[in-house]
């Protein structure tokens, strides 16, 4: 609609905000026998980072400059895999954290390395693991009582229209719970995310 050259003007002016890993682990990797018999979690790491690299790219190639990529908070801790993976267990599953710090590491080596080889780039990976695990694991001293059930439903899987205010079971003071659903943090956790992760990001508005 305004052209090739003003689109890309356009894209560098703006801060583009990325999620990585997430959905592919909890949804993807770790319910899917092929993907395990074929990839360990390291390996599958490579290949989401070829992924994130490619992506990336083609943003740099469209104009954009200034990106940040939300690493992969503490998985392990969500309801949802406590529920899917936890063995009976309410407690965090440590296996499944372990591999996000191990992914986290690999985003923010691959992401020095796209910074090094595109000029012009500004590329942060906002570590939202610390300051995640920081909330669930100190929920009092960060205003909250309840770490372990989601807000919404049986507050152990649910998620997306599985998941409202009309859903049987889910709480009236969400403002209380780390967790909205079994995937996602409440509000009240995303603003105090936020304020850290905006301190992480300075060389993007810079």
């Known amino acids: 609609m305004i052209g090739r050259e003003n689109a890309r003007r356009l894209f560098s002016k703006g801060i583009h905000i ?45 104009g954009a400059r200034r990106i940040g990529v939300i690493s992969l908070p503490p998985m392990g801790c969500l309801p949802a895999a406590i529920t899917l993976f936890g063995a009976g267990n309410k407690s965090c599953v440590e296996r499944l954290n372990n591999d996000a710090v191990m992914f986290n590491t690999k985003l923010e080596t691959t992401t ?37 059930r989601a807000c919404c439903g049986t507050g152990t899987i649910e998620t997306s229209f599985l998941c409202n205010s009309l859903s049987p079971g889910t709480c009236v003071n969400a403002t209380g719970y780390v967790f909205w659903d079994g995937f996602h943090p409440t509000e009240a956790v995303n603003e105090l995310l936020a304020g850290q992760l905006l301190g992480q990001g300075i060389s993007l508005i810079s």
């Open 112 to 148: 020095q390395l796209l910074m090094n080889r595109h000029s012009g780039l500004k590329l942060v990976a906002f570590d939202v693991y610390q300051p995640f695990l920081d909330i669930i694991t100190n929920p009092i001293d960060n205003g909250f009582f309840e770490t372990k």
């Open 18 to 62: 990325l999620s990585a890993g997430s959905s592919d682990f909890l949804q993807n990797y770790y319910i899917n026998p092929l993907l395990n018999i074929l990839n360990t979690p390291d390996q599958f790491s490579d290949i989401l980072m070829r992924s994130y690299s490619e992506f990336i790219q083609n943003l740099y190639e469209l």
